[in-house]
């Protein structure tokens, strides 16, 4: 059975830094391509930045580009979301998906995690 546990969220003030964790179990984690995508209260699933099987390939949503990075620990089975710089913008649920295509839309992605709760304060 696959599983993706996210971890790491809470109140931060604005210009405050976390870093959300998603540990998977249940599947070849090397072999597929991971991604952070988060949703606010209203709103869509946005997409907010992914990581393919080759860990040096990364693409971040403009949204957050320069202040979110992704990365992956294969032999940990784990990927991470660093944020920097936070906004009240930020405040939303963040998951994370595992998926056979580092895609942008929540379609490719087979696996997901139940998310992590991130609220920014101005």
């Known amino acids: 059975q696959v599983q993706l546990v996210e971890s790491g969220g809470g109140l931060v003030q604005a210009g405050g830094s976390l870093r959300l964790s998603c540990a998977a179990s249940?599947?070849?984690?090397?072999?597929?391509?991971m991604g952070w995508f988060r949703q606010a209260p209203g709103k869509e699933r946005e997409f907010v930045a992914n990581v393919r099987q080759n860990a040096g390939i990364t693409y971040h949503a403009d949204s957050v580009k320069g202040r979110f990075t992704i990365a992956r620990d294969n032999n940990r089975n784990t990927v991470y979301l660093q944020m920097n710089n936070l906004e009240p913008d930020d405040t939303a649920v963040y998951y994370c998906?595992?998926?056979?295509?580092?895609?942008?839309?929540?379609?490719?992605?087979?696996?997901w995690g139940r998310g992590t709760q991130v609220i920014v304060s101005s």
């Open positions: 998906a595992a998926g056979w295509v580092a895609g942008t839309e929540p379609k490719p992605y087979m696996y």
């Open positions: 249940g599947l070849t984690f090397s072999s597929y391509a």
